[in-house]
């Protein structure tokens, strides 16, 4: 498809589609520009007045583009994005009609919230949803409509959104991170916000092959399908070149992007046949959630004009690589500083140790919290598999700051009365590496040189989850040690207790080894670290009452919410299961079967040609057996699977025991069942075979 504009430089397009900051300055008056503006970055309250002209000029700017319609744009639990359209339209009492678009409509919305997931939140409160702009994320105009991003809540202000937290999260971390930087001297920063950049990870096959198979559709996954001779094995997929099929997608796919003012950065081939990766250019966490999602949709919408269908699904394929986001986090200050960055100065390593403590301590004390951020069922394919990070939390520093942090622990434990770590101080921190070769690509909690990389989010999540949890733990760190600083007579000395005191009791969650091999499990084992398997095990640690009261501490989620979240989650994975399994009830009975015993017709049939001719058929014969016992017992198991899932399905009281039903059972039948039939599948001659194979499905863009 031809799009006139695409001809334009990507300078002209970057952010073409964004009513942005410059657009902002052009279109608004200087005291209302100025205005949001403060509004944006200091969080003040907006004056509705401001709003009537932000929404005015908004209007104009959006119609100068094709907008007919206004949407407020938000992420409800179910964690895709929503959207209810209204056209800017009023008629006129003489019959015309105007464009109108108020401050009103702006600053709220009321969708029809009552069939998105609220885990009992809107039973309890009795109330309807709103949606409620957040300026912190610029409105864009789409296909037709202006954008707006906004909060969804419930009447009496309860979260019903991924957004919501996150913005709460934002603002807790920063208002720890700015008492620690004033204890260490800092009277400058304003604002520190967490950045981050997700790397995306996700498959692109042939349309035409998507639509002959019933699981890729419903579920987005393969729920059958035999190894295919060839697979990962060669790596002669990653950073291998690009078809001019998937260079035509990427290339357009960046265009589309870069008018949203996505910063897409980097392409390229990943390890699975058929996997690729797309990578942005890092901003603000609540700014690139949004972007996470607009960048999902955009693939997909993008791969079907080229006769291609993309695959965010964790786990597309069994046997090979699946698909993760890769979310690179970092905090930084209003006035440009990375606080990640070590330092060249003395005073910056204390500044750089206290915030790489924060997080250490952080990760270590609430490991479940960031294992339930990244659980879905989807992810559980990938979590604990034999494949991109285990299902423990571990954090790599790499071999020098290892060493440092070593230095520390041993200066103090032997020097600690005569000043001892004091020394801390008076020596810089050589820069540490950043290139590649350095890194460790098995930790699902890897430094590379000034930001963490948080590596266990499936590639179909939302990452606000991922990032509320990750900005309120290392908030709460931040607010324990501001809390010791602000009281403490001797600061410096106060500082390299805090550190010290870190690197002893939370050593146990640092590892640079290989997070794949068998020793780290038994390692991790006796260092007490959490090792949990599966999505409905991961999803309890919501609702255990550490993580409530560090979530209420710091105003991000109340109990309810939190309840209710665990409650959906639990919800999700069942419902989830659920379709999974009768997909492929469904597609055996339809399907599979039918084809198995068609084959098994004309083998029958010819076996007795062969007879005659050659006076034995003794391999046809043995052929036929073969096949008749897997039928049998893939029979056998979908029985099983069926039953399963009816005793499943009256456990509703409980959605934890239903969830716990539905792995234990449904889940693991679903297992057994796919066995016999990849089985018959290398069994059955390619024609009769009623679906196509994993060769077709990754071979064949
Ligand atoms: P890789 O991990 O694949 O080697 P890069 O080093 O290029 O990739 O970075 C991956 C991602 O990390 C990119 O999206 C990049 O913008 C992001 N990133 C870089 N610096 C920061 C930062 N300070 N905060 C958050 N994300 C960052
Ligand atoms: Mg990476």
Same mark, same amino acid.
């Given at each position: 498809?031809?799009?006139?504009?695409?001809?334009?430089?990507?300078?002209?397009?970057?952010?073409?589609?964004?009513?942005?900051?410059?657009?902002?300055?052009? +279109?608004?008056?200087?005291?209302?520009?100025?205005?949001?503006?403060?509004?944006?970055?200091?969080?003040?309250?907006?004056?509705?007045?401001?709003?009537?002209?932000?929404?005015?000029?908004?209007?104009?700017?959006?119609?100068?583009?094709?907008?007919?319609?206004?949407?407020?744009?938000?992420?409800?639990?179910?964690?895709?994005?929503?959207?209810?359209?209204?056209?800017?339209?009023?008629?006129?009492?003489?019959?015309?009609?105007?464009? =109108?678009?108020?401050?009103?409509?702006?600053?709220?919305?009321?969708?029809? #919230?009552?069939?998105?997931?609220?885990? *009992?939140?809107?039973? &309890?409160?009795?109330?309807?949803?709103?949606?409620?702009?957040?300026?912190?994320?610029?409105?864009? /105009?789409?296909?037709?409509?202006?954008?707006?991003? &906004?909060?969804?809540?419930?009447?009496?202000?309860?979260?019903?959104?991924?957004?919501?937290?996150?913005?709460?999260?934002?603002? #807790?971390?920063?208002?720890?991170?700015?008492?620690?930087?004033?204890?260490?001297?800092?009277?400058?920063?304003?604002?520190?916000?967490?950045?981050?950049?997700?790397?995306?990870?996700?498959?692109?096959?042939? @349309?035409?092959?998507?639509?002959?198979?019933?699981?890729?559709?419903?579920?987005?996954?393969?729920?059958?399908?035999?190894?295919?001779?060839?697979? %990962?094995?060669? =790596?002669?997929?990653?950073?291998?070149?690009?078809?001019?099929?998937?260079? #035509?997608?990427?290339?357009?796919?960046?265009?589309?992007?870069?008018?949203?003012?996505?910063?897409?950065?980097?392409?390229?081939?990943?390890?699975?046949?058929?996997?690729?990766?797309?990578? $942005?250019?890092?901003?603000?966490?609540?700014?690139?959630?949004?972007?996470?999602?607009?960048?999902?949709? &955009?693939?997909? @919408?993008?791969?079907?004009?080229?006769?291609?269908?993309?695959?965010?699904?964790?786990?597309?394929?069994?046997?090979?690589?699946?698909?993760?986001?890769?979310?690179?986090?970092?905090?930084?200050?209003?006035?440009?500083?990375?606080?990640?960055?070590?330092?060249?100065?003395?005073?910056?390593?204390?500044?750089?140790?206290?915030?790489?403590?924060?997080?250490?301590?952080?990760?270590?004390? /609430?490991?479940?919290?960031?294992?339930?951020?990244?659980?879905?069922?989807?992810?559980?394919?990938?979590?604990?598999?034999?494949?991109?990070?285990?299902?423990?939390?571990?954090?790599?520093?790499?071999?020098?700051?290892?060493?440092?942090?070593?230095?520390?622990?041993?200066?103090?434990?032997?020097?600690?009365?005569?000043?001892?770590?004091?020394?801390?101080?008076?020596?810089?921190?050589?820069?540490?590496?950043?290139?590649?070769?350095?890194?460790?690509?098995?930790?699902?909690?890897?430094?590379?040189?000034?930001?963490?990389?948080?590596?266990?989010?499936?590639?179909?999540?939302?990452?606000?989850?991922?990032?509320?949890?990750?900005?309120?733990?290392?908030?709460?760190?931040?607010?324990?040690?501001?809390?010791?600083?602000?009281?403490?007579?001797?600061?410096?000395?106060?500082?390299? #207790?805090?550190?010290?005191?870190?690197?002893?009791?939370?050593?146990?969650?640092?590892?640079?080894?290989?997070?794949?091999?068998?020793?780290?499990?038994?390692?991790?084992?006796?260092?007490?670290?959490?090792?949990?398997?599966?999505?409905?095990?991961?999803?309890?640690?919501?609702?255990?009452?550490?993580?409530?009261?560090?979530?209420?501490?710091?105003?991000?989620?109340?109990?309810?919410?939190?309840?209710?979240?665990?409650?959906?989650?639990?919800?999700?994975?069942?419902?989830?299961?659920?379709?999974?399994?009768? +997909?492929?009830?469904?597609?055996?009975?339809? %399907?599979?079967?039918?084809?198995?015993?068609?084959?098994?017709?004309?083998?029958?049939?010819?076996? *007795?040609?062969?007879?005659?001719?050659?006076?034995?058929?003794?391999?046809?014969?043995?052929?036929?057996?073969?096949?008749?016992?897997?039928?049998?017992?893939?029979?056998?198991?979908? +029985? @099983?699977?069926?039953?399963?899932?009816?005793?499943?399905?009256?456990?509703?009281?409980?959605?934890?025991?239903?969830?716990?039903?539905?792995?234990?059972?449904?889940?693991?039948?679903? *297992?057994?069942?796919?066995?016999?039939?990849?089985?018959?599948?290398?069994?059955?001659?390619?024609?009769?075979? $009623?679906?196509? &194979? /994993?060769?077709?499905?990754?071979?064949?863009?």
């Amino acid at each position: 498809m031809h799009h006139a504009n695409e001809m334009r430089a990507p300078v002209e397009i970057y952010g073409s589609n964004v009513f942005n900051d410059s657009v902002m300055r052009q +279109t608004l008056p200087k005291e209302i520009y100025k205005s949001l503006r403060q509004t944006i970055e200091e969080g003040l309250p907006l004056d509705p007045q401001v709003a009537e002209v932000v929404a005015s000029a908004m209007k104009d700017w959006a119609i100068n583009k094709g907008a007919t319609h206004f949407t407020h744009w938000f992420q409800p639990l179910t964690g895709i994005t929503a959207e209810k359209h209204d056209s800017f339209i009023s008629p006129t009492t003489d019959g015309r009609m105007i464009m =109108e678009f108020s401050g009103k409509e702006l600053i709220k919305g009321e969708p029809d #919230a009552s069939s998105f997931p609220s885990g *009992g939140l809107r039973a &309890t409160f009795e109330a309807r949803g709103y949606t409620a702009w957040d300026c912190t994320s610029p409105a864009f /105009y789409k296909d037709g409509s202006l954008y707006i991003p &906004t909060a969804f809540a419930s009447y009496t202000g309860e979260a019903l959104d991924k957004k919501t937290p996150l913005l709460r999260s934002m603002d #807790a971390l920063n208002c720890q991170a700015l008492r620690v930087l004033r204890i260490l001297g800092n009277k400058t920063t304003k604002r520190v916000t967490t950045t981050v950049g997700p790397e995306q990870e996700y498959f692109l096959i042939d @349309k035409k092959l998507f639509e002959e198979r019933e699981d890729l559709i419903l579920t987005g996954r393969t729920l059958f399908g035999a190894k295919p001779p060839k697979g %990962q094995e060669l =790596e002669d997929h990653y950073f291998g070149q690009i078809k001019d099929r998937v260079a #035509a997608f990427m290339s357009e796919l960046d265009t589309e992007l870069w008018k949203l003012g996505v910063a897409a950065k980097t392409k390229h081939n990943e390890v699975a046949p058929a996997q690729h990766e797309l990578a $942005p250019i890092f901003t603000t966490t609540n700014i690139a959630t949004d972007h996470n999602q607009l960048t999902m949709e &955009t693939m997909r @919408k993008v791969a079907l004009r080229h006769g291609l269908v993309c695959l965010l699904h964790e786990k597309p394929f069994a046997g090979i690589n699946g698909s993760g986001k890769h979310n690179n986090w970092s905090m930084s200050t209003n006035d440009g500083q990375n606080l990640l960055e070590p330092g060249k100065t003395p005073h910056d390593n204390i500044q750089f140790l206290v915030f790489l403590s924060a997080i250490i301590k952080g990760v270590d004390e /609430y490991a479940d919290l960031l294992r339930a951020s990244a659980a879905s069922p989807g992810n559980d394919h990938r979590l604990g598999a034999n494949e991109a990070p285990p299902a423990i939390i571990s954090v790599f520093l790499g071999e020098q700051l290892t060493d440092i942090l070593n230095q520390i622990e041993a200066g103090g434990a032997t020097k600690s009365k005569s000043g001892g770590i004091m020394t801390l101080g008076t020596s810089s921190l050589p820069s540490l590496p950043k290139d590649s070769t350095d890194r460790n690509r098995t930790s699902p909690f890897a430094f590379t040189g000034n930001k963490f990389e948080f590596r266990m989010v499936g590639s179909s999540q939302s990452i606000a989850q991922a990032n509320y949890s990750l900005n309120s733990i290392v908030a709460e760190s931040l607010c324990q040690f501001a809390d010791r600083l602000e009281k403490a007579s001797n600061v410096q000395k106060e500082i390299s #207790a805090i550190i010290l005191e870190v690197i002893k009791k939370h050593k146990r969650v640092i590892f640079n080894g290989n997070n794949y091999s068998e020793e780290w499990v038994a390692e991790a084992k006796k260092r007490g670290l959490p090792n949990i398997q599966n999505t409905v095990d991961a999803i309890a640690a919501i609702r255990a009452e550490k993580n409530l009261k560090l979530m209420e501490k710091h105003g991000v989620l109340s109990h309810v919410e939190m309840e209710s979240r665990c409650e959906i989650q639990y919800e999700i994975y069942i419902k989830t299961v659920n379709i999974e399994a009768l +997909t492929m009830v469904e597609m055996s009975k339809r %399907q599979i079967v039918p084809a198995v015993i068609a084959y098994k017709a004309d083998l029958a049939a010819s076996i *007795g040609g062969v007879l005659a001719i050659e006076g034995n058929a003794d391999v046809e014969k043995a052929l036929f057996v073969q096949i008749s016992d897997s039928l049998k017992s893939f029979n056998a198991n979908l +029985t @099983k699977l069926e039953k399963a899932l009816k005793t499943a399905g009256t456990l509703h009281g409980d959605v934890k025991a239903q969830a716990v039903a539905y792995r234990d059972q449904v889940f693991k039948t679903m *297992g057994e069942l796919r066995k016999d039939a990849d089985m018959l599948e290398t069994m059955i001659d390619a024609e009769f075979w $009623p679906m196509p &194979t /994993y060769s077709q499905l990754l071979f064949k863009v």
